[in-house]
């Protein structure tokens, strides 16, 4: 078989198993989810789904390990004292990463989800959010960024939750705009959303 057909069974196989994982999450916890009832719902067999994860939790590792990735790849080079990037640029790629990863991210960023990635995330914003203040020469010490940083983390991911509730429906655009409105000017930007 040709190494391009075999690359793209894999992420067929991928995409369905992570398909039936996400549905299953959003059904019951983890830890009641069986590879059995996993591979029916993927339409897959036990063996196929052995040949690339070892268990359900090596399952969710990947999807969180590459997930995490490519949010840090995508952010880190916010902290180059040279960045030229916009908070709105920052928010845009934020919410359009969320609206392309919206089946796990709607499982990960569950209200009724007390997780690991969600506080991995926090902790490559906070970074972001320091280096990109020091790096701007704000006048501010360390404690208030990171006052501030706590403030503004918890209202984005309730902005974020509330998004995925409502389906995504409100532009990526329409959504960034809001956040750096709130973020910026908190309630004086009320009026201009």
């Given at each position: 078989?040709?190494?391009?057909?075999?690359?793209?069974?894999?992420?067929?196989?991928?995409?369905?198993?992570?398909?039936?994982?996400?549905e299953l999450l959003?059904?019951?916890?983890?830890?009641?989810?069986?590879?059995?009832?996993?591979?029916?719902?993927?339409g897959i067999n036990?063996?196929?789904?052995?040949?690339?994860?070892?268990?359900?939790?090596?399952?969710?590792?990947?999807?969180?390990?590459?997930?995490?990735?490519?949010?840090?790849?995508?952010?880190?080079?916010?902290?180059?004292?040279?960045?030229?990037?916009?908070?709105?640029?920052?928010?845009?790629?934020?919410?359009?990463?969320?609206?392309?990863?919206?089946?796990?991210?709607?499982?990960?960023?569950?209200?009724?989800?007390?997780?690991?990635?969600?506080?991995?995330?926090?902790?490559?914003?906070?970074?972001?959010?320091?280096?990109?203040?020091?790096?701007?020469?704000?006048?501010?010490?360390?404690?208030?960024?990171?006052?501030?940083?706590?403030?503004?983390?918890?209202?984005?991911?309730a902005l974020m939750?509330?998004?995925?509730?409502?389906?995504?429906?409100?532009?990526?655009?329409?959504?960034?705009?809001?956040?750096?409105?709130?973020?910026?000017?908190?309630?004086?930007?009320?009026?201009?959303?």
């Amino acid at each position: 078989m040709k190494q391009g057909v075999t690359d793209h069974r894999v992420k067929v196989t991928q995409a369905m198993i992570r398909k039936a994982f996400t549905e299953l999450l959003r059904e019951k916890p983890i830890q009641s989810i069986s590879i059995k009832e996993l591979c029916e719902r993927a339409g897959i067999n036990r063996g196929t789904f052995y040949a690339h994860y070892q268990d359900i939790y090596e399952l969710k590792q990947t999807f969180e390990d590459e997930l995490y990735s490519e949010l840090q790849k995508n952010l880190s080079p916010l902290m180059d004292p040279n960045s030229q990037t916009s908070q709105m640029e920052i928010c845009e790629w934020v919410f359009g990463w969320l609206k392309e990863n919206r089946d796990i991210c709607s499982v990960i960023l569950s209200r009724y989800e007390n997780n690991h990635f969600l506080m991995e995330m926090l902790q490559i914003g906070r970074l972001v959010c320091r280096e990109s203040y020091v790096n701007q020469g704000k006048k501010c010490s360390t404690e208030q960024i990171e006052r501030f940083y706590s403030f503004v983390s918890g209202g984005f991911i309730a902005l974020m939750r509330d998004w995925l509730e409502e389906g995504m429906e409100t532009p990526v655009k329409e959504m960034a705009h809001t956040a750096v409105q709130l973020m910026m000017h908190g309630a004086d930007a009320l009026g201009t959303l």
